[in-house]
Structures are given as C-alpha cells and as structure tokens.
C-alpha cells in the first residue's frame, strides 16, 4: 500500500513551460486535492476532485487545469508556467466524511 | 469563508516539557471537522489529530492532545513529554460538512523547536 505517490519530487521549468505534476492513490480514495505551499501562507487549494470524472476549482485555480479519469489519478496541469507559480505542491486523499486527507510528499516546483 | 488563525509563528520547548500550541478560527457552520498536521523538514505532511465539532469530548493521541472550546472558536494543541522528533511546523486546519467538505482551510502554521 503505497498511499499517495507523486511525481516528481522535483522540476525547475522555464518561463511559458508546459507540464504534469502526477497524483496517484492506491487506497480507493473518493477525494482528492490539490494544494500548494509558499513562504508564511500555509497551503492554498487549487483544485478538488470528489470522484470519478467530477472536478472543481479550489481557492487558487488560474493557470492550472485538472482531470479525473479514474479514481486513482489526479493530474495537476501547468498550461503556462510563470515564475509565481514556483510552489511545493502537495496532492491529498481521503476516503469518507470523517477522514483526514493523506498527503503526498510534495513536489518542489522553480519557474525560472 | 472560513478563516483559521495560527498567532504563534515560533514555539519553543525543552524535552520533555508541555507546550501548547494555538488556533483559532472562523465559521458560520455548526458542524466541522478541526485538524492538526506536521510537518518536519522532510516536507510530509502527517496527521497528528482530528477532532469533530459535536464531539464535546477533546481528542487526544498518545502524547497529543486538543482544548476545543466550540463557543469560543478556539483548538489548541497541547504536547506532552516533548521529544526531538516533534520538532516540526504544525499546521491547525478546518473543514466542513457540506459545501466546504472537500476544501481544508489551514493556519499559516506554528514552527516548533524542541531544545534539550
């Protein structure tokens, strides 16, 4: 049972780059997030996922973009990277209402 | 919106000692979950404590333990026995039942060093 996988751990993309952070969760987990982490802010969503094909927007969704195919991916897409962008970006999971999310191990992100 | 408040930017503690860790927040909802998280400098992110608001009753864990105080939108985190290992950041977060229950709200975070 390996939890919530990301990947990478880490990336350093150039300015209007293009890519995929990966999420993947073996635990039949219904809900899924994406998060991320600056300097003296605490962790923003970005974007949410409470099933299968079912997607919605966070607190700080503009210039990302997310889908779930399946219940155990959730792919975080950077269309046009930006240096405020540069993030550690977290995925989490849960299974019911009265569960914690499980997190990831985070992927640091440098737009330069 | 919700808010949660996190006044303590650093803690410190010796070993073995207590210390108490603070949160407040802000809702309108009467039904919620609260968290506790840390994170050491490997980056994870871990669940120390969850506590439900119709519990009247505080969580603990082990070592760890909350003062929930619903009335006053307070959810204090006190560890005992403090050891190297607890230092980390800890993160107080919040999340609701219904239109919020997909969404955790987290303090800006409480760094806590540990001395011998």
């Known amino acids: 049972n390996a939890g919530v996988t990301q990947t990478p751990k880490f990336q350093v993309l150039k300015t209007g780059q293009s890519m995929t952070l990966q999420c993947a969760q073996d635990m039949n987990h219904e809900y899924m997030s994406w998060y991320r982490q600056d300097p003296g802010m605490g962790l923003r969503l970005i974007h949410y996922s409470v099933g299968a094909g079912i997607t919605d927007q966070g607190e700080v969704p503009n210039g990302y973009n997310v889908s779930r195919s399946t219940t155990e991916d959730f792919p975080l897409r950077l269309l046009s990277a930006a240096p405020s962008q540069t993030s550690v970006y977290f995925c989490?999971?849960?299974?019911?209402?009265?569960?914690?999310?499980?997190f990831g191990s985070g992927t640091r992100l440098t737009v330069v | 919106a919700q808010t949660v408040t996190q006044s303590q930017p650093e803690m410190s503690v010796q070993e073995a000692e207590t210390v108490t860790l603070s949160c407040t927040y802000d809702?309108?909802?009467?039904?919620?979950?609260l968290f506790w998280y840390k994170q050491p400098p490997s980056r994870q992110m871990i669940l120390v404590i969850r506590q439900e608001a119709y519990k009247q009753q505080n969580a603990t864990e082990n070592r760890f333990s909350v003062n929930f105080q619903k009335a006053a939108k307070s959810f204090s985190l006190k560890i005992s026995d403090s050891q190297l290992g607890d230092a980390a950041m800890y993160f107080c977060?919040?999340?609701?039942?219904?239109?919020?229950?997909?969404?955790?709200?987290f303090g800006t975070g409480t760094r806590l060093q540990v001395t011998l």
């Open positions: 977060a919040y999340r609701g039942f219904t239109g919020t229950a997909s969404k955790l709200t």
């Open positions: 809702t309108s909802e009467s039904d919620y979950y």
């Open positions: 989490a999971s849960r299974k019911g209402q009265g569960d914690g999310y499980t």
